[in-house]
């Protein structure tokens, strides 16, 4: 009889390349804009409140579709579902290059979110067909590698493409057909490199859909399968949004000003050198998401270390406000990095337990939905506290206090063990 030790691995194996390969891809195509900041605002006439806006607005058309985005994958299938997202969300991102002023930035942007909608928790949801409970932290945990591996290679390709003009087209616009094409190549390939369920799987023997079905069968039985308007009125679900939200707030604002931080840092403007420096905090955030959740599957204590990383992100972004050294926000900024990438990850293994079959799939939609949304708030209270106070300095002491909030609330967020 095969053994559930020997299984997960060759999940992670035929699964993980493709799932990682979709989010890089779309961590890119939603980030990728930082680099184009400079460009917009000199070609195209983008000032910084107009860029706050238009780069947080596109979680505004993300929330608006998440839930039934994720119903209709689970209606339709992930396959299918998936590969529709991320065609769609290619062409749309390309359509970036095109843009003429601050009204039609805004309209991609709103645009992209759109097509986005559905797509992480669409895999989050898609890991509970496949991965028991025993084994979920590590693999979401091995998902998470996508934003980082995304900003630390993305970051230099990014940063290159934007420093050269090419084709009658800015370095901006380059970045943005080029990147956004070849999401769209890769939505082509997930049509023939997915299967919905483990079922369905000619890389796993009968024995071991046998015992894998087994695992998932008990895991299913124990999580609780409420209607799908119930569960998004569920007072835990919407819990569970809100420490989503602040987490996500401290991450985006990490994430759209890491080049200008950077740069700042560095006294240049933002190029190669800007990309591969950008590339340290996320090498970091892979060193941790590496290590951590593993643990915590031995430890079955996500909850607890959750809340601990995301205090400690909380409490680096200060410090790299703080201090007058260079190095040391630099530093500050890699522990801010790795606690941003870990915290988010460990907190999926709450909802994932609790919630299953089509409640799942709504519940799940809707804690990113909200929690999304504080991609749209971070740009946008950056911006108002830099304003506020003519101090850059401000709005990173503001995000880390609100990652600090979130890790207290994460301390006490509902789960069901």
Not at 147 to 176: C, E, K, N, R, Y
Not at 350 to 365: C, M, V
Not at 382 to 403: P, T
Request: glycine share 12%; proline share 5%.
């Amino acid at each position: 009889m095969a053994q559930l030790s020997s299984i997960v691995p060759k999940l992670h194996l035929r699964l993980m390349p493709v799932l990682l390969m979709m989010y890089v891809m779309a961590f890119l195509d939603r980030a990728n804009v930082s680099f184009a900041k400079a460009g917009l605002a000199a070609d195209v006439g983008i000032g910084n409140a107009a860029f706050a806006f238009g780069a947080s607005i596109f979680f505004v058309g993300y929330a608006l579709l998440e839930v039934p985005s994720n119903l209709a994958l689970h209606r339709f299938g992930a396959r299918r579902w998936m590969a529709r997202i991320m065609i769609t969300w290619g062409i749309v991102s390309a359509a970036n290059a095109f843009v003429t002023g601050p009204n039609s930035f805004y309209a991609v942007r709103f645009l992209l979110g759109m097509t986005e909608a559905g797509f992480f928790p669409g895999v989050i949801y898609y890991m509970t067909y496949w991965y028991p409970t025993s084994a979920r932290a590590r693999s979401v945990g091995l998902f998470y590698y996508g934003a980082p591996l995304a900003l630390t290679f993305g970051g230099p390709i990014s940063g290159a493409l934007v420093a050269h003009d090419a084709f009658g087209l800015h370095g901006w616009q380059v970045m943005f057909l080029i990147e956004g094409l070849l999401a769209s190549l890769g939505g082509i390939a997930v049509l023939f490199l997915l299967h919905d369920r483990p079922e369905q799987a000619p890389w796993l023997n009968a024995d071991e859909k046998v015992v894998l079905r087994a695992a998932l069968t008990e895991d299913e039985g124990a999580r609780e399968h409420p209607g799908v308007l119930r569960a998004l009125r569920d007072g835990r679900v919407l819990y569970l949004a809100l420490v989503y939200f602040l987490v996500e707030m401290g991450f985006y604002g990490l994430t759209f000003y890491l080049p200008t931080q950077v740069a700042r840092l560095l006294g240049t403007s933002i190029g190669l050198e800007v990309g591969l420096v950008t590339s340290l905090p996320w090498i970091c955030a892979l060193i941790a998401v590496t290590i951590v959740p593993p643990w915590c599957d031995r430890k079955g204590n996500a909850r607890g270390i959750g809340a601990l990383t995301a205090g400690i992100a909380g409490i680096a972004l200060a410090i790299s406000a703080l201090t007058p050294s260079p190095l040391v926000a630099l530093i500050a900024l890699c522990v801010a990095a790795a606690g941003l990438i870990v915290s988010p990850a460990l907190f999926w293994t709450l909802p994932t337990r609790l919630l299953g079959g089509a409640a799942a799939a709504g519940g799940i939609a809707l804690i990113n939905s909200i929690g999304n949304l504080g991609g749209f708030a971070a740009p946008n209270l950056r911006a108002w506290l830099d304003a506020l106070f003519a101090n850059n300095s401000a709005a990173l002491l503001g995000l880390g206090g609100v990652c600090v909030l979130g890790a207290v609330c994460f301390a006490f967020a509902p789960r069901r063990s």
